[in-house]
């Protein structure tokens, strides 16, 4: 892991929402709500979150971003939650805009 994603997970990095399974509670799926106003003119933000979407990518672990600005987000977490359940997740599903 590069010392930035070190750093960035030391200092308290965290998800806006993880789904757990109910039975071993392992986290199943991790959902980043990106708020226009928050990540439009916003450099750290922005760098946070490419470490966040570096981190899942490296370590493959399940990561949906949605835009407060995006539509169908019910739907986009049921897709990516079946994948998950199904086990035809792969890192190559995670969205990250």
Not at 67 to 91: A, C, F, Q
Request: glycine share 4%; hydrophobic share 35%.
């Amino acid at each position: 892991m590069k010392e930035a994603e070190q750093r960035y997970l030391r200092n308290r990095a965290s998800f806006d929402f993880v789904i757990y399974d109910k039975l071993d509670m392992q986290p199943l799926l991790a959902i980043e709500v990106d708020g226009f106003a928050s990540h439009q003119n916003n450099q750290a933000q922005i760098d946070r979150d490419l470490l966040k979407n570096n981190i899942c990518r490296t370590y493959p672990f399940p990561l949906l971003r949605l835009p407060t600005t995006g539509s169908d987000e019910w739907g986009r977490i049921r897709t990516m939650l079946d994948k998950v359940l199904n086990g035809t997740w792969t890192v190559s599903d995670n969205v990250y805009e």
